[in-house]
């Protein structure tokens, strides 16, 4: 029998990308979804969809979760729903560009607020009643994890507190039977550049979310804390490994330079 059969699912992004693709993998196998995001019209026209084509239970939650108090509405709304999570995705995220101080600081904040803080928080809520049902966690890190990200610092950091955060929980709570996983995709094609607004934020091909989910769900059933999409992404991420930290942060920086001067640190005046 599939694990996934009769499971109650959250899945945090759910509306489009790498969520959405979790959502069309998990519909076919029977498991009760809980897609959660800001727009109610995205989430209601993907979940009509797999109501109709898989018969799916799918239920949709639109809020902000990384407004003041997001996360205890969604917890709320599981409860009024009858939903008892037996796995959790955290999937929300989304990343800034450009050099730091160039940047606002506002959509900083909001950055570590829905790639850090909501995952903690949503992680600690429902944390004890996964591990009851001996179900699943499955937190979307990214490649960005393995080393600094210079013009993208605060997304790289975020999602290194995301791999760290997922492997301790891994090691434990693997005893008590939970499955726990960080999913590190690369450059997947999917809306998220179109937020992030700069071609630079994107190396190498793009992969398909549906490729990047499957993986995600098949690591999951496996006992393994962590899994990277894609070969050449598999080496990239091993590569800060045979290189000083500095080495990392300055081959990085030359990748993610923006091409335009706009993004760049503003040049040091003379004393
Ligand atoms: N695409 C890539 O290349 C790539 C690579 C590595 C890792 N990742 C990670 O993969 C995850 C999914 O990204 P994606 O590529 O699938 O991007 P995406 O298509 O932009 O999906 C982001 C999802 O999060 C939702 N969301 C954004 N802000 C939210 C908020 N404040 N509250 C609730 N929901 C919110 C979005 O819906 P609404 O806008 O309607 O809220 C959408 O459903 C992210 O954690 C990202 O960091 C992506």
Redesign the pocket.
Known sequence: MDWFDGKTVII?????????AFAEALAPRGARLVL????KE?LETLARDLRSTHRAQVDTVA?????PG?VAQLVSALEAAGATPDVLVN?????TYGAFATQGLEPQLDEVA??VSVVVELTHRLLPGLVARRGGLLN?????AFQPVPFMAVYGAT?AFVLSFTEALWAEYRSQGLRVLAL?????E????D?VGAAEA?VGA?AS?HEVAALGLRALLEDRPSVVHGFGNRLGTLAPRFVTRAQAARITESLMRPRTTAALPAPRSAP
């Not at 959660?36 to 727009?39: E, H, K, P, Q, T």
């Open positions: 945090t992004g759910g509306s489009t990308g790498i969520g959405a959660v995001a800001r727009s995205r809020l902000d979760l990384a407004a997001g999937n929300a995220g989304f990343a829905l790639n979307v890190a990214s490649t960005a999602k590190c995709p690369g450059a997947t999917t809306p998220f550049f937020r994107s793009k979310p």
